[in-house]
Nanobody
Framework: QVQLVESGGGLVQPGGSLRLSCAAS????????MGWYRQAPGKPRELVAY???????TYVDSVKGRFTISRDNAKNTVALQMNSLKPEDTAVYYC?????????WGQGTQVTVSS
């Protein structure tokens, strides 16, 4: 069983920055892909950023140039650096560990961008 624990959410003003972190238990982290997703009230969950086991990254168009996903396999963590935040970035952010036969989600962390 894998547990994912997100941290780093909070309230930030427009234009500000936050860094989310997701810590994974277990020994399967480095061989699987990781992703950050978000869900705003009344909207479906969407992919924000994705990093494969070989460090290939993908971003949704709305965050390109502002967000950066990275992973540290030695620490079993994946981070999402969010810069130039906008009110429309407000959502609950979830990390996900995905492999060929496995799929785990964290409990989510709230990010609110407001003045």
């Amino acid at each position: 069983q894998v547990q994912l624990v997100e941290s780093g959410g909070g309230l930030v003003q427009p234009g500000g920055s936050l860094r989310l972190s997701c810590a994974a238990s277990g020994s399967i982290f480095s061989s699987n892909d990781m992703g950050w997703y978000r869900q705003a009230p009344g909207k479906p969950r969407e992919l924000v950023a994705y990093i494969t086991s070989s460090n290939t990254t993908t971003y949704v168009d709305s965050v390109k140039g502002r967000f950066t996903i990275s992973r540290d396999n030695a620490k079993n963590t994946v981070a999402l650096q969010m810069n130039s935040l906008k009110p429309e970035d407000t959502a609950v952010y979830y990390c996900r560990l995905r492999g060929a036969l496995i799929n785990y989600w964290g409990q989510g962390t709230q990010v609110t961008v407001s003045s």
